[in-house]
C-alpha cells in the first residue's frame, strides 16, 4: 500500500512525464506509420456510462482527435450499466482487431471487481492496456452556506450525530462511494451514504441542502466551486489543478493511508496485434498533445498523461492491489 500511495501522490511527476514523452514523440508522430492492413473502417470506442459524464467527454475528446489522426471515423457508443461493467464487459468479448475499444477508468477496471461479485471480465487479462489519458483526484465539497469550513468540522459534527451526517455519490459502488467508506472508517464515525444516478442529481440535492457533503470527480465539481457556490473539504491527493490547487489533502486532514487517483484510460480487448496497439499508443500521443485536448483535460480539473502501454498495464496491475486491499478495509461490497 505505501508502494501505491507514493505511486498516485507523485502522479504530478508521472502526468509531467508523460507530457514530457509527447512532447519529444510530437516530432516523430506527425506522420504516423501505420500497419500495412489497418485502420480500413470505422473505430468505435465504447463509454460504460450515459452521455455527458465525465467519461463520456474524455471518449468524445480523444475520439475527435484519433478521427483526424487515422483518417478514419471514430464513433463513440454509450453502454452504461452496472456502475461501468455492462459496456466493459461487452468489449472484453470483442474481436481483437482494433477496432472496438473502451475508455475506462480506476473504479470499473481496479474498484468494481473487488467491490462486485461478478463483474464479468477480468480487467488485466481480458484488456490490453492502450494509454492512461488522465489523473485527477476525487474531491469532497459542501455548501458554501453550510457550516462545515473543513472536512474536520464536517466529520466532528458526524461524531456528535451518529448516523446523521450524510454524504452523496454519484452512485453505489463508484469510486466515491468506497472513499466515502474509508472516511468514515479512518475516522472512527458513522457517514450516511446517499447514492445518486449520477453527480448532477447529487449536486443538485447537495445545494438544496439534502445531503451535507459530496464526494465527486473534479470536472462535476468544478463550475459550482468555480461560481463560488461550493466549498472544497478536501482531495484525495495533492496532483491538483485549476480552483482546486493548493486544497488541503485527505492527509493534510488527519487522514493519513487513503489516497486515489481517479484515471480515465483506453483499452483493448486482449489478443488485439501488438502492431496495432502501438499504432494507436502513438496515435494517442499525438492527440494528448492538441492544445485543445489539454486545455479541457485541464478545465476539468485533470491532468493530461498519455502513458505507453506498458507503463499503463503496470499502473493497471498495482491498482487492482491496492483498491482489493482498500475494499476489504473499508468492508463495502455491491450486490
Not at 473539504?233 to 493534510?252: R, W
Not at 496515435?283 to 494528448?288: I, L, P, S, Y
Not at 486545455?295 to 485533470?302: L, P
Amino acid at each position: 500500500m505505501k508502494h501505491h500511495v507514493l505511486h498516485a501522490c507523485g502522479t504530478a511527476a508521472l502526468a509531467m512525464a508523460g507530457l514530457a514523452w509527447g512532447a519529444s514523440a510530437l516530432a516523430q508522430t506527425q506522420t504516423l506509420k501505420a500497419p500495412a492492413d489497418y485502420p480500413r473502417q470505422a473505430i468505435t470506442v465504447v463509454s460504460p456510462f450515459p452521455p455527458g459524464g465525465g467519461n463520456d467527454n474524455v471518449a468524445r475528446l480523444i475520439a475527435q482527435e484519433l478521427g483526424a489522426i487515422t483518417g478514419q471515423s471514430v464513433v463513440v457508443e454509450n453502454r452504461s450499466g452496472a456502475g461501468g461493467n455492462v459496456g466493459t464487459a461487452q468489449v472484453s468479448r470483442a474481436k481483437p482487431d482494433g477496432y472496438t475499444l473502451v475508455m475506462s477508468q480506476t473504479s470499473v477496471m481496479a474498484v468494481n471487481p473487488r467491490l462486485y461479485k461478478n463483474v464479468g471480465f477480468d480487467p488485466v487479462k481480458d484488456f490490453t492496456p492502450i494509454s492512461q489519458i488522465t489523473s485527477a483526484p476525487l474531491v469532497l465539497v459542501a455548501r458554501t452556506e453550510s457550516p462545515y469550513k473543513t472536512l474536520g468540522d464536517y466529520l466532528e459534527a458526524a461524531r456528535k450525530q451518529p448516523g446523521i451526517v450524510t454524504y452523496a455519490t454519484p452512485g453505489n459502488g463508484t469510486m466515491s462511494h468506497l472513499m466515502g467508506a474509508l472516511v468514515s472508517k479512518k475516522a472512527g464515525v458513522n457517514l450516511v451514504h446517499v447514492p445518486y444516478r449520477g453527480a448532477a442529481p447529487a449536486i443538485t440535492d447537495l445545494m438544496g441542502g439534502t445531503v451535507d457533503m459530496l464526494i465527486t470527480s473534479p470536472a462535476s465539481a468544478e463550475p459550482m466551486v468555480t461560481a463560488g457556490k461550493l466549498r472544497i473539504l478536501a482531495l484525495s491527493h495533492e496532483n491538483s489543478i485549476g480552483v482546486f490547487k493548493g486544497a488541503p489533502t485527505l492527509k493534510q486532514s488527519g487522514l493519513d493511508g487513503i489516497t486515489a487517483d481517479d484515471w480515465y484510460g483506453l483499452f483493448a480487448p486482449a489478443g488485439t496485434p501488438p502492431d496495432r496497439v502501438a499504432y494507436l499508443a502513438d496515435a494517442v500521443a499525438q492527440a494528448m498533445k492538441s492544445p485543445t485536448v489539454i486545455a479541457k483535460i485541464n478545465s476539468g480539473g485533470s491532468w493530461p498523461v498519455g502513458s505507453r502501454p506498458d507503463a499503463f498495464k503496470t499502473r493497471l496491475q498495482e491498482d487492482t492491489v491496492y483498491w482489493a486491499d482498500m475494499v476489504k478495509t473499508a468492508g463495502v461490497s455491491v450486490d
